[in-house]
Every structure is written in structure tokens, then in C-alpha cells.
């Protein structure tokens, strides 16, 4: 029987992870982005801690190989999903800087 590997679980949860980020970012759900992601993120820094230390045998690595792929797969899409909402923000931004430089170098709209 195999053991319980800890860097199998951090590879899950991080999976799971990115799959609730995928859920939130379909729904338009940006509010609750940043908790996750700082959740994942902080299951990355825990496998670079731990994965140099543990040796997986070959049915652990094929199911994190596994889980790797849709890792990837379902943060493609999150990107994708995120980046026009990214621009869209920096766009309104840019506007706000430039009706406040307006502001301040014409003075408040009569």
C-alpha cells in the first residue's frame, strides 16, 4: 500500500484550487478571486518546500501529472477570462488620471 504523500495532497488541493478560481471567474465572481489565488499560491510555496524532499513512486507521479495537466488546463482559461477584465479596469484608470490632471490644471467643470 502506498503512503499518504503530502506533495500528492498539495498538488490536489492546488488543482481543486484553481478549479474554484475557474468556477468564480466564469460567474464573474472577481471579489472572491484573491482569496483563492493567495491560497494557491501559498500551496506552491509549500511544494517547493517539501517536493525536493519526498520521492513519489510511479502512480503518485502519473497522478500528479495528471493533475498538472488540468492545473494548467483550467489556469489558461482563468487568464483568459481575467486578462479583458484587467484591461478593462487599467482603461477606466486611465481615465480617471486624466479627468483629475484635467481637473487640476483647468480647475472643477462649471
Known amino acids: 500500500m502506498a503512503f499518504r504523500s503530502e506533495v500528492v495532497h498539495c498538488y490536489e488541493e492546488l488543482a481543486n484550487g484553481i478549479a474554484s478560481m475557474l468556477v468564480l471567474a466564469r460567474a464573474k465572481e472577481w471579489g ?19 517536493e525536493p524532499h519526498e520521492l513519489l513512486d510511479a502512480t503518485q507521479v502519473e497522478h500528479v501529472l495528471r493533475l498538472l495537466e488540468r492545473i494548467r488546463s483550467d489556469q489558461a482559461e482563468v487568464s483568459g477570462l481575467i486578462k479583458p477584465q484587467l484591461e478593462e479596469l487599467m482603461s477606466r484608470m486611465g481615465h ?14 462649471h
Open 32 to 50: 472572491q478571486l484573491p482569496a483563492l489565488e493567495e491560497r494557491c499560491s501559498a500551496m506552491v510555496e509549500r511544494l517547493r518546500a517539501i
Open 96 to 109: 480617471l488620471t486624466q479627468q483629475k490632471n484635467l481637473g487640476r490644471a483647468y480647475g472643477p467643470p
